[in-house]
């Protein structure tokens, strides 16, 4: 943690915070800025965010952006006024760095306008993933945001997204996990083989990378395990990248590490996007949120 803090200061960044009235947010705010972690606006006290003319300079571009999908001008103005729409406005015009919400609502309120605006040009996938800090590794989990049901090609993706992101914002060697109920081959079923084509595919990809699949996930991240059920993996129970099958088990894994083990879950954060915006999980601390705003700053450097 203060490794990620001692970076984002270096970069003087600025990080929208929309949900101002929300004292979990007041006091992260008030921590980043002490600490000179990043600059932060927070919406309902930023001037322009009540000025009409800057609003309707933003309602314009978002005018701009859309009119392709049939938004109107009228209509942008009246998207302008949600919080949401406004903050990722400003950061797609450049003057935020890096946007940070959702701590109370839901998730699809922010992915909503950052999938609108900021989605990349090129038509890359963008997933959604939480950093796990537990005692004795930090780990990521992927996708627990936003792909339902990815094919083994988009889990493929996923992957290699997420090995990205584990490299820029934890620094050590990814080892990475695609998880199953089998562990080499003690299942079957159309669900482990799925698993297994996309560990097949990232494997010919990217050789060099630790992986394995399919795995159960007491087999992928214990080694008293593993020595047991696959003592040939090359993860030897020693892998901090967790792919799940679906957004079920997704969202439901990294909840149970996060109330059960007592873990600090950064995140959702996503991946593939053309400027950096990052959720919040409504349960959030106050650190987390903090966390989540330097790690953003962090993406904004790419």
Request: aromatic share 6%.
């Amino acid at each position: 943690m203060e490794n990620i803090f001692s970076r984002a200061q270096k970069l003087h960044r600025t990080i929208i915070i929309p949900e101002s009235n929300d004292p979990r947010i007041k006091e992260a705010a008030t921590t980043l800025h002490h600490r000179q972690i990043c600059n932060v606006i927070l919406l309902e006290e930023y001037e322009k965010y009540h000025d009409i003319s800057f609003k309707n300079t933003l309602a314009h571009q978002l005018y701009l952006l859309r009119q392709h999908k049939n938004l109107t001008e009228e209509e942008a103005k009246k998207l302008i006024n949600d919080p949401f729409y406004f903050g990722v406005m400003m950061v797609k015009l450049g003057y935020a760095d890096g946007m940070v919400g959702g701590a109370n609502s839901p998730t699809p309120r922010l992915l909503r306008p950052t999938l609108q605006i900021l989605k990349s040009p090129t038509g890359k996938l963008v997933s959604g993933f939480f950093i796990i800090t537990a005692p004795q590794e930090t780990f990521i989990f992927a996708d627990c945001a936003i792909n339902p049901e990815p094919t083994p090609s988009l889990l493929t993706q996923i992957a290699s997204d997420s090995v990205k992101s584990y490299q820029k914002l934890i620094g050590s060697s990814p080892r990475v996990a695609f998880l199953s109920y089998s562990t080499a081959g003690s299942s079957q079923g159309p669900l482990v083989d799925k698993i297994k084509t996309a560990a097949t595919q990232f494997k010919q990809l990217y050789p060099d990378i630790i992986s394995d699949g399919e795995i159960q996930v007491d087999a992928a991240i214990s080694p008293e395990v593993a020595a047991r059920k696959c003592p040939q993996s090359r993860l030897q129970g020693r892998a901090n990248i967790l792919i799940f099958p679906d957004l079920n088990s997704g969202n439901i894994g990294y909840k149970l590490a996060h109330i059960f083990g007592n873990n600090i879950a950064i995140g959702p954060l996503i991946q593939g996007l053309e400027k950096p915006v990052n959720d919040l999980s409504r349960s959030c601390t106050t650190e987390e949120i903090a966390l989540n705003a330097a790690i953003t700053a962090i993406q904004s450097s790419e």
